[in-house]
């Protein structure tokens, strides 16, 4: 146990969690001190990252890796000061296979699924001022761009409120 009255130094903690082998398996670009993550699974291997910023007053804009590995198919999540969220990854809802959003999943139903986007993807410093959703087969959103990739179809949006359809 530690107990002092000090700011918090992020050096320290990574050393300590190094040596006692608890690294941390998830891991953010952030530069400024705020930023953290958790997360939970559900049985069929779908998962809900939890990623907080603490931080007052600033945005932050990062990439999230697991064990090195690129989470969200490398793209930015936008973080403003003092909000959370939880983009899905992997999760399967509405039919729908969603394999990552830099978005937060708010509804599902037969065959869509609806986002909102992390902040304002207008706002200037948001990552291109855009949501990617990428889902397992073919689906479609109005308005947005759409491309293929390795049977996925990976749609990028501009609107704060959107919704993803099967087919």
């Not at 069929?44 to 939890?50: A, C, M, N, S, Y």
Request: hydrophobic share 35%; with cysteine; aromatic share 8%.
């Amino acid at each position: 146990m530690i107990t002092t009255d000090y700011q918090c130094d992020l050096t320290f903690w990574g050393r300590a969690f190094r040596v006692l082998d608890a690294a941390p398996a998830l891991r953010h670009s952030a530069t400024d001190p705020g930023v953290f993550l958790l997360t939970t699974a559900d049985g069929e291997r779908g998962r809900l990252p939890h990623a907080f910023n603490v931080s007052s007053g600033y945005d932050q804009d990062f990439t999230v890796t697991e064990n090195g590995k690129p989470l969200f198919g490398g793209e930015k999540l936008h973080l403003p000061g003092r909000t959370a969220a939880i983009p899905p990854l992997g999760l399967t809802v509405g039919g729908l296979r969603v394999a990552y959003a830099t978005a937060e999943l708010t509804g599902a139903a037969d065959g869509r699924a609806t986002f909102r986007a992390l902040g304002d993807p207008g706002a200037p410093g948001a990552p291109g001022g855009e949501s990617v959703v990428a889902v397992d087969g073919a689906a479609r959103c109005e308005g947005a761009r759409t491309s293929t990739e390795g049977g996925r179809s990976v749609l990028r949006v501009r609107r704060t409120e959107f919704t993803v359809h099967r087919g």
